[in-house]
């Protein structure tokens, strides 16, 4: 995954700005990163392998020259983070400049077919084909756009890709399964990958479907459709994030910040329309049968929405990992199944590809996402905006507590709609919703610090074990993923203790109980006497003032007492996403560039 960027000013110098915006793309890689800018019929450009920073104390990115620009920061899909895998790529005579996101499938044959023909590759990526394909068409007699279009049509795969022609005041963009968007700005023209990247100039946006291509000017922007050329009009959406929604905001890191913003965010998820939940509700009551789909925390989301579901509105369901969904259950999907698939991006492609089979064979599409205009929201029938705005951090935490109050408002409308939960209780548990915020803003108060002790005195351990049952069975899954992402230790997850737990664990394991005041935890209590016996130390999250965890547990971090089990997760989580934190930060990394991973898996 990468994130593209650009500018055609009307006046001033674009190197600067593009710079400052891939720092806001780096998210979405930083393995390398380019410029290049047009300026007086020649293309000038600087990339190399490093991050944005690097880079840029090595080369100066500021002093290209000229007001027409694009500018890339990579994460590797194809050829190693060199510097000349970097993007831009350039044609032969170092004329058209190109910056690519996603995957282009035939490169290697049009490789070898434009290598034929006498052109000369410098890189190992499959983006350089763009450059070359379009500068053969240019050869051919075709004007810059017509030899874009020519050259796109060629492409199998994904791509987010602009294009820069020496002599040319426009830039190309096109797009297929990557994200795209254009910002409409008063002193020019701006594309990226993501909002974020140009919001501080400007925040109205034109979101660029698959298969158009777009041409921008320093006054404005022509999409058209590139099968049939047809022109799309499209006006542009005020975006309302600020540009601080989207900076880190004194924090010292995304994460951190992001997990500060939850009280916030899970305030917004409370203030949605409610016309698309109860259209959901519908739809979710009369499937004949229902996929939770999703990868990764969304999954996590979806196994606690089963829970949900079943226990709120006694709607059977299957939370399904995105990958194995059409293995496990394509034979099986018609017109009477419904997916219900989760996606923070939007974009995640086995989501989507699980997503697409099963609308191909009839099935319903039901989408929760944080990114309106992503893929999902056009695939789905019904969508619901989680409205967490933009998460920067490569680890979820945010998007996830935001996605569980959505599931669960949705869950209690379903029960509502099936009879299963009367009026006054939906009433009752509405009011408990709009309390989240604030149980989360004062758990945050009140057990930072000692989490972050914690973290201090574990953080040399060399395995974690996450015990929680039922719904809580997520939030084990959920801590355990958050410390294997961002700190890198050996970690488990179980819903309950099978015997050859027993030989995993050791005097240096760390055993982290989901506790909370329900009919598991007394089982829980036995499990972490036994696990005390072999040796693990035992942190237990639990119910303020339950002195028999208390007795058994090393440590307690509490949390207030909730109505009902179900709404746990949301409170219980803030205090593992704060481990996981400071863990990583103990022990010298950074939390928001796991390495290995990037924000949006956009490639299968
Ligand atoms: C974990 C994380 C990933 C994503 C997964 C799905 O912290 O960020 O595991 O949850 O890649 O992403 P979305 O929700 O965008 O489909």
């Known amino acids: 995954m990468c994130g593209i960027v650009g500018c055609i000013l009307k006046v001033g110098s674009v190197a600067p700005l593009i710079h400052d915006s891939l720092k806001r793309l780096e998210y979405r890689g930083y393995d390398s990163c380019g410029v290049a800018t047009m300026d007086r019929g020649r293309i000038y450009m600087k990339k190399d392998s490093g991050s944005i920073d690097e880079v840029h104390a090595r080369l100066n990115l500021d002093d290209l020259p000229g007001r027409i620009g694009v500018g890339h920061t990579r994460w590797a899909t194809h050829g190693a983070p060199t510097q000349v895998n970097a993007h831009p790529h350039l044609d032969c005579k170092g004329r058209i400049a190109v910056v690519h996101n996603g995957i282009i499938e035939n490169f290697a044959e049009l490789r070898r077919e434009l290598e034929e023909k006498g052109h000369r590759f410098a890189s190992k990526t499959d983006t350089e084909v763009v450059a070359h394909l ?11 756009v017509e030899a874009c279009r020519e050259a796109i049509k060629r492409l199998r795969g994904s791509y987010a890709l602009a294009i820069l022609c020496a002599g040319e005041e426009r830039i190309v963009c096109a797009r297929k399964e990557s994200p795209l968007v254009l910002g409409v700005g008063a002193d020019g023209m701006y594309f990226a990958s993501d909002i974020p990247a140009f919001l501080p100039y400007t925040n109205r946006v034109v979101v660029m479907e698959d298969g158009e291509l777009a041409v921008l000017t320093d006054s404005g922007y022509e999409i058209r459709r590139i099968d049939d050329w047809s022109l799309v009009s499209r006006e542009p959406k005020l975006i309302d994030w600020s540009v601080d929604m989207a900076e880190k905001q004194g924090y010292p890191h995304f994460m951190l910040k992001e997990i500060h913003e939850q009280p916030r965010c899970l305030r917004d998820t409370l203030r949605l329309q409610p016309v698309y939940l109860d259209l959901m509700a519908k739809f979710l009551d009369r499937a004949q049968e229902l996929f939770l789909v999703a990868c990764g925390t969304s999954y996590h989301a979806c196994l606690a929405t089963s829970y949900l579901f079943s226990k709120l509105a006694c709607r059977g369901s299957h939370p399904v990992i995105a990958s194995e969904f059409i293995q496990n259950y394509g034979n099986t999907l018609g017109i009477g199944s419904t997916v219900l698939a989760v996606s923070q991006s939007g974009e995640t492609a086995d989501t989507l590809s699980a997503v697409s089979y099963a609308k ?87 057990r930072e610090k000692q989490v972050m002790e914690l973290a201090k005195r574990y953080a040399g351990s060399d395995k974690f074990l996450f015990v929680g049952r039922g719904i809580n069975y997520a939030t084990a899954m959920e801590g355990r993923l958050k410390l294997l992402e961002i700190a890198y230790i050996p970690s488990l997850a179980y819903a309950g203790l099978e015997d050859h737990v027993f030989g995993f664990v050791d005097g240096g394991t760390i055993a982290v109980f989901i506790c909370p005041n329900n009919n598991s935890r007394k089982v829980l209590i036995d499990e972490m006497n036994l696990l005390r016996d072999v040796g693990a130390n035992i942190i237990a999250l639990a119910e303020e003032g339950d002195v028999e965890v208390a007795e058994v547990a090393d440590d307690v971090v509490w949390l207030p007492a909730m109505p009902l089990d179900l709404l746990t997760p949301i409170p219980y989580i803030v205090p593992l996403q704060l481990l996981a934190y400071y863990t990583s930060v103990e022990r010298g990394l950074n939390p928001d560039r796991p390495r290995n991973l990037a924000k949006s898996v956009t490639v299968k």
């Open 134 to 144: 379009v500068e053969d068409y240019m050869a051919g007699g075709l004007g810059f």
């Open 360 to 446: 191909d064979r009839a099935a319903t599409i039901l989408g929760i996402t944080n990114v309106v205009g992503s893929t999902l929201t056009r695939l789905a029938r019904v969508y619901v905006c989680q409205q967490s705005g933009p998460e920067i951090g490569v680890a979820a935490t945010k998007t996830y507590t935001s996605q569980l109050s959505v599931l669960t408002q949705l869950a209690i409308k379903l029960g509502m709609l099936r009879g299963k939960i009367g009026h006054v209780e939906g009433e009752e548990l509405h009011e408990w919703l709009w309390r989240i915020p604030d149980i989360t803003a004062e758990i945050l108060d009140s």
